[in-house]
């Protein structure tokens, strides 16, 4: 529900080690609402979101140590850096960034020259790259990724395409909507495509 409009109903699927799920559905469709539900954003009218068999409301800490979520919103502090903002990310999840990878990571995803600037200051197609950027260091099992494609060029959409088909051949999963054109989404993928059916 959204206030008070019913958005979806009678939904159910299972998503497995290594599969892709494609979120489709026009605007105002609930899209968002439905991956915001998932990572734990928002809780559900009725029913439950399951991982491993148990509740997500039961095993909070658990599920969220094993998501990455990132949403229309980049989740970046302005103030910081793009090193700073990685290696920030980086130690909230308890990992070790250190700055050589920061660094390398930043060139390899086209921000070579601006890794010193206030993420106030990047473009929203480099802010998006920042916040992308955490895809190729975390190892969190399952990404819910709205949009991630947006503000990105083409050359940025074919890297990012190949980060998620790594993370999936490493037994990873991810759930993904898009209004642009991937070629990730015309291989072998689930799809959910949200509508009057689901309602």
């Not at 903002?85 to 250190?98: E, H, T």
């Amino acid at each position: 529900m959204r206030g008070d409009r019913r958005l979806i109903e009678h939904l159910h699927f299972e998503l497995r080690s290594g599969q892709l799920m494609y979120l489709r559905g026009h605007n105002g469709s609930g899209k968002t609402t439905l991956m915001r539900t998932l990572a734990g954003l928002l809780l559900p009218e009725a029913g439950e979101i399951l991982w491993n068999d148990e509740p997500i409301r039961r095993i909070r800490e658990d599920y969220h140590a094993e998501l990455l979520y990132l949403g229309h919103l980049n989740a970046l502090k302005d103030d910081l850096n793009a090193i700073e903002n990685l290696r920030f990310d980086s130690a909230i999840r308890g990992q070790a960034l250190r700055d050589e990878e920061a660094w390398q990571l930043l060139t390899d995803i086209g921000l070579r020259g601006h890794e010193d600037l206030a993420v106030k200051y990047l473009s929203q197609g480099q802010k998006r790259r920042v916040a992308l950027a955490r895809l190729w260091v975390n190892r969190a099992a399952l990404w819910i990724l709205d949009e991630p494609f947006s503000a990105l060029d083409r050359d940025s959409v074919e890297v990012l395409q190949e980060v998620i088909r790594q993370h999936l051949g490493r037994g990873g999963m991810a759930i993904v909507t898009t209004h642009q054109e991937v070629d990730l989404l015309t291989e072998e993928v689930l799809t959910l495509t949200l509508g009057k059916d689901n309602v």
